[in-house]
């Protein structure tokens, strides 16, 4: 067989083209890339703020716990059948009983969790907390601390947004 001369040799590829694009091929164009980046941007700028602003996060954390903290004086007053207060205020919250006896006394004795820390929360920077002082009598039924009666009506206290009710008939409470 002869050789082919090096002119007569087809080429492989059309001339000038490295690639060959097909008409119809799926695929985004450069516009739409830009615009998908742009509104990907400009959601993120509205939204990542949000969702690290940690006040709210705080509040809510900071009222549940203040919750447990009374729920957790009213048992201890039913459990161990002496007088135990909660009070809450703008710099955070607290569990005592009397300092002399079960019924007598001021209310300075702080009440250790388990952990043998006492039963106190500081209230976050930035969060607005209404005040409240009263205690729960052996029966676990609210008490004013001031007048040394017990509530007729429900006592409530405030946590941002947030409100916690005291019912004045059972001691139950509970987190609006």
Known sequence: MPMASA????????????????HGQPGFTVVELVVVIVLRGILAA?????????????????????????????????NSRCDTGFSIDGTGYRVVQRAAGCTSGGFTRPVNRPGGQAWAGAAPAGVAVAALAIYFDAEGRPVDVGTGLALNTPASYLVG???????????????L
Do not use: D, W, Y
Request: no cysteine; proline share 3%.
């Open 46 to 78: 509205s939204t990542v703020p949000r969702f690290f602003e940690a006040s709210r996060f705080e509040e809510m954390g900071f009222a549940e716990s203040s919750a447990a903290a009374a729920r957790f004086a009213r048992r201890l007053a039913l």
């Open 7 to 22: 002119s007569r040799i087809r080429k492989t590829r059309p001339s000038g083209r490295v690639f060959a694009v097909r």
């Open 161 to 175: 947004g947030r409100n916690i009710t005291i019912e004045h008939e059972t001691g139950f409470i509970h987190l």
